[in-house]
């Protein structure tokens, strides 16, 4: 049964910091695309950063400088540091796999569905 642990979601001022955590068990074993989505409220999912097995790395233009995912030493295990955090990035998180993709694409996915795994998110706020 595959199954998402995310966390590290949670309530903050702009300027703060907050450092969300994605383990994935269960997956096939292969090599997975593992990324971040976000969704705010009354608008469409879309993806934030996403990292390869090798490392390579993918960001949205709204969060370059500013977001940074890295890898964990556990396999398909993946963190996402946010600093100089705005209210637009306001919403839940989603921590993503996919076994095609690469981080490239799976940055400019737009259709959800096409994506292999998902968790079920966690929620960051950001007040002004």
């Known amino acids: 049964q595959v199954k998402f642990v995310e966390s590290g979601g949670g309530s903050v001022t702009s300027g703060g910091s907050l450092r969300l955590s994605c383990v994935a068990s269960?997956?096939?074993?292969?090599?997975?695309?593992m990324g971040w989505f976000r969704q705010a409220p009354g608008k469409d999912r879309e993806a934030v950063a996403a990292?390869?097995?090798?490392?390579?790395?993918s960001y949205a233009d709204s969060v370059k400088g500013r977001f940074t995912i890295s890898q964990g030493n556990a396999k398909n295990t993946i963190y996402l540091q946010m600093n100089s955090l705005k209210p637009e990035d306001t919403a839940t998180y989603y921590c993503?796999?996919?076994?095609?993709?690469?981080?490239?694409?799976?940055?400019?996915?737009?259709?959800?569905?096409?994506?292999?795994?998902w968790g079920r998110g966690t929620q960051v706020t950001v007040s002004s």
């Open positions: 990292i390869d097995t090798d490392g390579r790395t």
């Open positions: 269960g997956l096939p074993d292969r090599r997975y695309c």
């Open positions: 993503a796999a996919d076994g095609t993709m690469s981080s490239a694409t799976l940055i400019t996915i737009v259709t959800p569905s096409l994506v292999d795994y």
